[in-house]
């Protein structure tokens, strides 16, 4: 991984404190605590997209298949059980 030089303007200086306050009582350089404040707002910001992402991944290879007589209605009885019956 390579490693960039950056420079932030207009960050509040008590919220700085705090932060490289809380990265010297984890023991990390600053660089280390911005770089994993990033990556976990990243995350926390797409998660629906990696979501979806995973949901297409297995809409596409899971093959429908029949799980022999008397089971045609399977997925309306399970709806029925997580759902409650519609009146």
Known sequence: ?????????????????????????HRMNLGS?????????????????????????IKGGVKPFNWGKGTENTSNEIDEILYGSKK
Do not use: G, H, L, N
């Open 1 to 25: 991984m390579t490693k960039k030089m950056i420079a932030v303007r207009d960050v509040d200086e008590e919220t700085f404190r705090s932060f490289r306050a809380k990265a010297i009582e």
């Open 33 to 57: 605590a911005v770089t994993v404040a990033m990556r976990q707002w990243v995350e926390i910001d797409t998660p629906k997209k990696t979501a979806q992402r995973r949901v297409r991944k």
